[in-house]
């Protein structure tokens, strides 16, 4: 289809694209992509290119695309009031009814929930609420955060830490001295491939108290993970896993944060990841499957525990210094409501867990088998497959030869989206709630296409 415009001129010589080979991609060596329109699971480019999207954008638009539900929503409240802050007491009816939706289907230690615009900025609430805690406790050396190698927690200064991939500090100074990573439970990757997943479990416990003991417990304020890794890989974790590292976290009074971004509202088949694993976190991140990306919004769910805490902080020290322009801005908390309230009357939570174990399994039956494949896992709407160059022996490929990505460009030629996953050659599905059997057979279908005509 021919433009009489310059929308991809302007495209590569204006918009600073984030993730991407800057360079590549401004001297028109890899593809642009814009998109026009989206419905149910499907996009659609200014090219008339229609695609299967079994990401949901970045895993966020739970709900599926096209909803007049949310989109009315949005412009209803727009119409009425498009912006007032949440300082000083304020407050919107959107902004208050969405807090009171979350809390109705977050675990019930949980108090209160501070609004930001998306994951990232969430998770830097988190480490300023939490430094702040200790502060207000008397423990003023009690800073530090343990993350995980190949957790994924934003791309700011603090989150960028926290998160345990190579590309988001190679050259970017980080991560910061206050954060620390210990092993990532990804029992596929384990080093030593006698371990059953017990004894691993066992192993990575045993490294995370080796860590404390180095530290000192006293230093060490929060543990921080998510309930499944994500961009990591999409790992669900060893069976008893979470069980046995909160216990070394309260041991050692150590806050947990889980972070939600992905696994909350509904991902694994369950409201949130934390009530899936029996985890009984302090704060919990929340963004994209909040407002299924109809509107940015983020939010921090802070425990009873935390408040009490911070409310006494206020008492002692006047009104808390944090604060958004944007925290829960009217349009988005709108979207929100509209959100859950989709989640609710179409039961995609129950959906999502329904087609999600489907397409694993349909997964697993096309290409469990092949000489290729290590690895293929998943939980709800979450699904992986990773590729090896010798599944018996578990060599990888090299990473230059780029197997994930040249497999996901293949699989979008079929028109199926699926996410090269970093740090391995992984293929990642995260679809809509929406999707039916019938589309989750075709992307397994089109997945078995593009890997043999890679490999």
Known sequence: MLHN????????????????HLAQHARGETPSRIIRTASGCHIEDRDGNRLLDAFAGLYCVNVGYGRQE?????????????????????GTEASVTLAK????????????????????????TNVKLIWYYNNILGRPEKKKII??????????????????????????????????????????????????????????????????????????????????????????????????????????????VADEVVTGFGRLGTMFGSTHYGMTPDIITIAKGLTSAYAPLSGSIVSKRIWKVLEQGTDENGPIGHGWTYSAHPIGAAAGVAN??????????????????????????????HPNVGDIRGEGMLCAVEFVKDRET?????????????????????????????????????PPFCLTQTEADEVVAKTVKAVAAVL
């Open 5 to 20: 415009d310059q929308l991809s001129e302007w495209d590569r010589e204006s918009f600073f694209h984030p993730s991407t």
């Open 70 to 90: 949310i989109a009315d929503a949005i412009a209803d409240q727009a119409r009425e009031l498009a912006y007032y802050h949440s300082y000083v007491g304020h």
């Open 101 to 124: 939706m979350i809390l109705d289907r977050a675990p019930e230690q949980m108090s209160k929930v501070y609004f930001g615009l998306g994951g990232s900025d969430a998770n830097e």
């Open 147 to 256: 993350s995980r190698w190949r957790g994924y927690h934003g791309s700011g200064l603090m989150t960028g830490s926290l998160t345990g991939l190579e590309l988001f500090h190679k050259k970017f100074d980080l991560p910061l001295a206050q954060v620390l990573h210990t092993e990532a439970p990804y029992y596929f990757r384990r080093s030593n491939t006698a371990h059953s997943e017990e004894t691993f479990v066992a192993y990575c416990v045993a490294e995370l108290e080796a860590l404390i003991e180095r530290e000192g417990a006293d230093t060490i304020a929060a543990f921080i993970g998510e309930p499944v890794l994500g961009t990591g890989g999409i790992v669900p974790p060893p069976s008893g896993y979470w069980d046995a590292i909160q216990t070394v976290l309260r041991k050692h009074d150590i806050l947990l």
């Open 340 to 369: 859950l309230k989709l989640l609710d009357d179409l039961d995609l939570v129950t959906s999502a867990g329904t087609v999600g174990r489907y397409l694993n399994a349909a997964m697993r039956d096309a290409l469990g088998d």
């Open 394 to 430: 578990r060599e990888f490929f090299d990473p230059s030869d780029k197997v994930g990505p040249q497999i996901a460009a293949a699989l979008a030629s079929q028109g199926v989206i699926g996410r090269a996953m970093p740090q391995g050659d992984i293929l990642g599905f995260a």
